[in-house]
């Protein structure tokens, strides 16, 4: 099956019992056994849920995967996926990241053993000095959060399975979905998605997945999400089936919107910089291009005129983009990260990176898309 066939129909079947070409939601902790041990395969919803599990057949479908585990949150499932490590264990990083990825990683792990390295990954090689006997994954992020940067997900995968077969190559495929990037079949040992964002895609849900193809991975990681249990419920799984179906045609809708913002507003001389990975004057264009579909809903600039407040006064002016975290809803959301979403990465470590005060990032939405032009011009001028 094709992409837009997938999304349909994988994972899914009508319900055996009444013929509901919808899955049920079947909300229930447990479920009867005829004796004890003897049951359908059901036993209770932290373990095993049907509705559940029809999301996470259609999820590993959609990343070409073999399996898929879903989790409470995004985070729930980066949590997951740093628990297969032990103390002493180090991990490669993009250094231009999720904030709450930032924060799990140094506020949480780091205090169990870990030892986490942040690299620029734009480069593949500068991954090359940070990979030693003590490094058992490197965790991928593109294209990054805010900063729109973009990773060769093969080049990367290369390097790191030519130092160890066996070193873990995970991406967080958030900002693009299944749609437009497929990790796995590029190198990736395994992908994750904060659910919550583009494969939800209408601001309902809080929720998040691991995709991958090997057996013994995901053995492992089917016990630890048993074990620890972080799962979403029924009702949510529910929210996310039906997102899914129509994901193809949202992610088209997106890339377009965005490509024509990122166009009308490059050259604005109130910016100083537009960061869009479908802009030619982008670094990694090429990358991009070769590695996803199409460029994506996601757009950050600069603002010339610095400071927080700068950035407050554009963002109060906006009437079509609602000034929100998160993103990947159909509607337009405006992040100030610095303040928002990457507040818990220590100011001169954002800096280093870029993310300052002056960073604005956008989720372009499904509206029309001289509305959305039109809304960031007016509050821009």
Known sequence: MKFATKAVHAGVEPDPVTGAIMTPIYQTSTFVQEGPGIHKGFEYSRAQNPTRFALEASLAALENGTHAYTFGSGLAAIDALMKL??????????????????????????????????????????????????????????????????????????????????????????????????????????????????????????????????????????????????VPGPQDCFLVLRGVKTLHLRMDAHGRNAAALAKAIEKHPKLAEVFYPGLESHPSYQIAKQQMRNFGGMISFRLAEEGIEAAARFMKRLQLFAIAESLGGVESLCNHPASMTHASIPKPEREKIGITDSLIRLSVGIEDTDDLIQDILQALD
């Open 85 to 230: 490590l032990k103390p002493g264990d180090e991990v490669v990083c993009t250094n231009d990241l999720y904030g709450g990825s930032y924060r799990l990683f140094t506020k949480i792990y780091e205090n169990f053993g870990l030892k986490f390295h942040f690299v620029d990954m734009t480069t593949a090689e500068n991954i090359k000095p940070f990979l030693n006997a003590k490094t058992k994954m490197v965790w991928i992020e593109t294209p990054t959060n805010p900063l729109m940067r973009i990773v060769d997900i093969k080049a990367v995968s290369d390097i790191a399975k030519a130092h160890h077969k066996e070193l873990l190559v995970g991406v967080d495929n958030t900002f693009a979905s299944p749609y437009l990037q497929q990790p796995l079949d590029l190198g990736a040992d395994v992908v994750m998605h904060s659910i919550t964002k583009y494969l939800g895609g209408h601001s309902d849900v809080i929720m998040g997945a691991l995709m991958m193809k090997d057996a013994k991975l995901a053995e492992q990681l089917k016990f630890i999400q048993f074990a620890c249990g972080a």
